[in-house]
Structures are given as C-alpha cells and as structure tokens.
C-alpha cells in the first residue's frame, strides 16, 4: 500500500508541474481525481496505524476533492 501512495504522488507532482508549466489546465481534472485516489489511500494507510481521526479527515477531504473533479469533468 506505501508502494501505491508512493507512485501516486509521484504521478500527482508530475502532473502539477506539467500544467503549471504549459498551462493546460484540461489536465487538472485528471489531477484532481489522482488526487483524490491519493489521499484514500493515505486514510487507509492510517486507519491501519490507529489513527482514526486524520483518517476521517483525509476520507472527507477525499470525498470532497472527489465531487469537485467529477463536477468538473460533467461541466
């Protein structure tokens, strides 16, 4: 599971940087969802450690990064 947050990031950075640069912000969407995948695993991973109250807030910090890319993405 570290492995799969460690590669999500490496994609989430990658991609930030890739439209900060060239200002192609049709990608941000895709970002957004990445970065909403992130951050579910980064609750899981701890919720795993017992660490329940910043695992509820990553879960509904997710959720919300989550409606904002799928509403984008309807619009």
């Not at 439209?19 to 970065?35: A, G, N």
């Not at 509904?60 to 984008?72: E, Q, T």
């Amino acid at each position: 599971m570290k492995l799969v947050r460690s590669i999500l990031a490496v994609i989430v950075i990658i991609l930030a940087v890739y439209i900060f640069v060239t200002d192609v912000f049709e990608m941000l969407t895709y970002s957004l969802i990445l970065l909403g995948l992130l951050l579910i695993t980064m609750g899981v991973l701890e919720f795993r450690v017992k660490k329940k109250a910043t695992a509820v807030v990553l879960f509904l910090v997710a959720g919300f990064d989550m409606y904002v890319a799928f509403f984008s993405l309807s619009n």
